[in-house]
């Protein structure tokens, strides 16, 4: 039997992130989706990154055969933000979360070294929101990846959906410690993302509950048959975030 493992949600009280753990898990229950990484919401990921992981870290303690824990770090907080980042992985989260447009910094500034450099040394891959805003677009996250070698991103919507133009190229121009992450972008194009050299760095996730799990795997699996790719529905972000002591 496949497991199914959303890569990204966020269960939350604020804004366009109103929902409750419960509510997360009865979405889950009805698309079948076994397990899924859960990340802290806005104020949490901008200003309030300890108070938002250790949230996240309780969430994960509370039900652990179904949340994996994500963490946020601010790059503005300098060292203290690699201090965070320390503490948390301790405590077992899966990747850290970046938001350039929430977080005030373009993606590709030297604000963000120490802290990119600390997830690499701690074997912590990191996402990163890319989309309707040029904080973060794919080809700046691609320039990261391969100045920072050493380590591991998820391109979190794949630029979805004012950078969906731009994806082909970013794709073909990928390199190996480049993932990508399915929330929001478009199905149809999704499946184009996927070929020999990317299969095992695609990742399914929902965004839940910015968008709905069951709805947005439905539509996805209408190019990307489970069947067929069950890697990308789950084994894939498994083998990732094992790799960061999960």
């Known amino acids: 039997m496949i497991e199914i ?15 409750s753990a419960q509510v997360l898990l009865e979405c889950m229950a009805h698309a079948g989706i076994r397990r899924a990484v859960i990340a802290p919401e806005d104020r949490e990921i901008a200003v309030d990154n300890t108070r938002g992981n ?38 077992g989260v899966c990747m850290l979360v970046l938001a350039p447009a929430l ?22 891959p990191i996402y990163v929101h890319t989309g309707p805003h040029s904080a973060s677009a794919p080809s700046q996250l691609l320039l990261v990846a391969a100045r920072h070698s050493s380590t591991r991103f998820i391109m979190g919507h794949c630029g979805s959906t004012d950078y969906a133009a731009d994806m082909m190229a970013v ?24 070929h020999s050299e990317t299969r095992g ?7 839940a509950p910015r ?3 069951a709805f947005e795997l439905g539509q996805l699996e209408k190019y990307l ?13 498994l083998r990732l975030t094992r790799r960061a002591g999960r």
Request: hydrophobic share 40%.
């Open 5 to 19: 493992i959303d890569g990204y949600c966020t269960p939350g009280t604020e804004r366009e992130t109103r929902m």
């Open 54 to 91: 250790d949230r996240i870290l309780g969430l994960a303690e509370q039900y652990p055969d179904s949340f994996i824990p994500a963490c946020t770090a601010n790059p503005w907080y300098g060292s203290a933000a690699c201090v965070e980042l320390r503490r948390v992985v301790n405590a």
């Open 103 to 124: 977080q005030g910094f373009n993606l590709g500034d030297e604000v963000a070294d120490d802290l990119l450099q600390t997830a690499g040394e701690l074997g912590l």
């Open 201 to 207: 760095r695609v990742l399914f996730g929902s965004g």
């Open 211 to 213: 968008n709905d799990p």
């Open 171 to 194: 794709v073909r121009g990928s390199p190996r410690n480049l993932w990508f992450e399915l929330s929001l972008a478009r199905p149809w194009a999704a499946a184009s993302y996927v």
């Open 225 to 237: 048959p489970l069947s067929d790719h069950p890697d990308v529905y789950g084994a894939n972000l």
